[in-house]
């Protein structure tokens, strides 16, 4: 079956504008997350979406992120006022019941960012 | 806060056994895993250990102790297509992952 997709594959912005980055996680997953990845290190949370629960956002790194969720399937990650340090790859993930049982998040292959 | 070390890089022959170590600091655990991630690639789920011992998935087996705060992966019969980072990620409180800086594992003929 299709897996998560991520677009776009690229985007290069200037500082300063906005971006909005999209995921579609696989059918049926209720829980979905997003990590960023600066090159060359690990996965950094972001944000965490479960059902119709409150978000988890306590990965954000300012207040110019920003993330939805709409009708429980795709998301949309924004970033306002884009800066430098913005620049990395942002992994979408989901997972079946994002129960403590087994955490197996299944990642979509990324948007890489990059901030002129 | 949650907090993981393991090493940065490792090298290896083909058929080699590789271990991989993960130590962790976290204010709550509900189990340990191990993913996979090839360059330019996403990563790939592994293993997930909850309760102390050897989980063994073909020629990769992870282990957990949660006295010690510490895991490994280990890597057997190493192929040139193992070459990849592999990260340990410990869940907590949230349903979320920490994950570790990543081992980045050389495979050579």
Known sequence: ????????????????????????????HTALYWYRQSLGQGLEFLIYFQGNSAPDKSGLPS????????GGSVST????????????????????AGTRQTDEQYFGPGTRLTVT | ????????????????????????????????SWYQQHDGGAPTFLSYNALDGLEETGRFSSFLSRSDSYGYLLLQELQMK?????????????NKLTFGGGTRVLVKP
């Open chain 2, 1 to 32: 806060g949650q907090s993981l070390e393991q090493p940065s890089e490792v090298t290896a022959v083909e058929g080699a056994i590789v271990q991989i170590n993960c130590t962790y600091q976290t204010s709550g655990f509900y189990g340990l």
């Open chain 1, 63 to 70: 207040d110019r992120f920003s993330a939805e969720r709409t």
């Open chain 1, 1 to 28: 079956g299709a897996g998560v997709s991520q677009s776009p594959s690229n985007k290069v912005t200037e500082k300063g504008k906005d971006v909005e980055l999209r995921c579609d996680p696989i059918s049926g």
């Open chain 2, 82 to 94: 193992d070459s990849a980072s592999y990260f340990c990620a410990v869940s907590g409180a949230g």
């Open chain 1, 77 to 96: 990650l924004t970033i306002q006022r884009t800066q430098q340090e913005d620049s990395a790859v942002y992994l979408c993930a989901s997972s079946l």
